[in-house]
């Protein structure tokens, strides 16, 4: 992925919500300097991009438009014809991605290797198309950004005392500038470039979209001033290169217009999508805070009819962490693996947090009269979960992690397998238990892999595309 940036990048089509009937969408674009790209043609008119933000070397473009939501559609950009399936009354897939790199030299990864499952979910939409394309977090792995700048080298083990405006200043530019090259470089590769174009694409964050761990490391690292620097242009950047959108300019599906936190929600015929944001409001003792709270609550009031996707960043159900965390207790070289624990929902810190959402969920499914149905990614394993509600209810969790990021040992998988076994019950009479994939022995499959869902004739299922092991057979849902 190290050469050279094209000069014009795009068009990466973003869904700022669904309207009576209608896909409202963005197509966002990179470009050298600032020439603008060309205009967006669809059956409707011709739409011309605006500028949405500048960098030193490049401006990034944001054209606005809207596709029928009833059938098959198509745009024109710069002399090529772009199909979209974008119906959504009948039958139709949603690919759920994760995991987009790694923490360590991803941009001088070879680009064949790196990106062999987007390419694979390029030839599943050349098949069958997809209608939707969910990224469950992890989209950008933003670790190295700090390198380079005297404030952040060291960063968050050397937090510098009192750093001086100017200096703070020059870290935010550096910083911009370093998530621009790291965005760039993922959207100009030709598998995800390709699929991008033509697939609608929802976004939620994760740690590494910021930097590892944050939120669940020290509140003296994240709350210091070079933390907060991180953090702010992490998330104006996410709102830049995720949501084409800026700050004061969120897409109507947000939850809070004021963007204190970041979690959205779209409605469709049969289905509706929510993705709480997990990271903008964390600290070390809670997931979420007032913002996100506030949204599940108002979500779970207003009710939805069919099925309702989950996209919880992290996973939803899982095993009990109790036995690792200990063991990091007193074993110092595993210590530094502390804040991946303490991420998750499962972690003791966040016991009765994990809790409060899993009656939220489980009183959603009871309402709706139906499964509802999580899909996470972050742990670079593939897995799943249930939770029985009773009467022939579940929550299914489905984690689909890592399309891009290489796999974990697979003696980590069967560790983490044997840890499962012991079962868990964070609510009286609802057991989660972790089973394997369709057609898989272990409860963890350690290979890159994707998630496609699929709705036909009005049931769900899903399958998981996993890199040597292929396609699963479907899980009805």
Known sequence: ??????????????????????????????????RAP?????????????????????????????????????????????PVASDLRGDLRIAFVSCNGEETGDLEREGSERNAMWARLCEAHREEPFTLLLHGGDQVYADEVTHGHPLSEDWPSHVPDDPSQADLADLRHHLR????????????????????ARVPSLMQWDDHDICDGWGSLRRWQTHSAVGQTLFAVAR??????????????????????????????????????LAPDLRSERTRRSVMG?????????????????????????????PRLSVLEALMVVIPRMQKYEDDLRDQWQSRAHRAEWARMLRLVRDMAHA???????????????????????????IDQLVASGIAHRAPPRAWARFLGSLARLGAAPLPKHRVRILPLPGQRGRYVAERNYLVLERRSGAWQAAWEIENSGLTPPLSL
């Open 290 to 318: 007032t913002g996100g709270w506030s949204m599940m609550e108002a979500e779970a009031a207003t009710g939805a009819s069919g099925r309702t996707l989950l996209v919880s960043s992290v996973p939803l159900l899982g």
């Open 177 to 196: 500038e370093r998530f621009l090259d790291r965005y760039a470089a993922l959207y100009a590769a030709p598998e995800l470039a390709w699929i991008a």
């Open 236 to 273: 104006e950047c996410f709102l830049i290169f995720q949501q084409a959108a800026v700050e004061g300019d969120l897409p109507t599906r947000f939850h809070d217009p004021a963007g204190h936190h970041l979690g959205w929600g779209v409605r469709a015929p049969g289905f509706r999508i």
């Open 38 to 82: 060309p205009s967006v043609e669809t059956p409707d008119g011709v739409h011309d991009a605006q500028v949405l933000a500048q960098f030193d070397r490049a401006t990034v473009w944001r054209a606005r438009f809207d596709l029928p939501a009833d059938r098959r559609s198509e745009y024109r950009w710069n002399g090529e014809t772009y």
């Open 1 to 34: 992925m190290n050469t050279a940036r094209p000069s014009l990048i795009g068009p990466i089509l973003i869904l700022d919500d669904i309207g009576r009937g209608t896909l409202n969408l963005s197509a966002l674009f990179i470009a050298e300097g600032d």
């Open 368 to 394: 709706d009269g139906q499964n509802l149905t999580a899909v996470s990614g972050e742990i670079h394993l593939a897995t799943r979960a249930v939770m029985d509600l009773g009467e022939g209810n579940r």
